[in-house]
């Protein structure tokens, strides 16, 4: 993928729940200038922009066979982490950005509706290949 290039970015079903949403991106990725490409073009989405967390976990396999993984919870303790369990769970290699504009305070509920987010992304992008 060249930098300059648009990605495909697949977003998965909208979650509502007492005014929090909670909607995730996924794009197919092999290197990290890959993932700092797609989430600086996810981000730019003005639905993404206006929200109170994006949440960031990608996962890749480089071209030497190498396993890559991280995130960035974006005030959402353990966000990351529980989305990359669910990709790891998949064996599945891209990124991930769960935004939630948020409503009322949910609790620990909250980090179902960031896996099912997270997954319904990743299930578009890989029904989609």
Known sequence: MKLKDKVSI?????????????????????SYADARHAVRQILQNPKVAMCTHSTVAYRFTDKDKK????????GESSAALEILK?????????????S????????PKRFSYIKNAAMSAIDKLIYSS
């Open 10 to 30: 697949h977003t998965g079903e909208d979650i509502t729940d007492t005014g929090n949403h909670f909607e995730a991106r996924a794009v197919r990725v092999h």
């Open 67 to 74: 396993q890559h993984e991280g995130g960035d919870d974006d």
């Open 86 to 98: 669910q990709m790891r769970d998949r064996k599945v290699d891209n990124v991930v950005v769960e």
């Open 100 to 107: 939630r504009k948020f409503g009322q305070k949910l609790g």
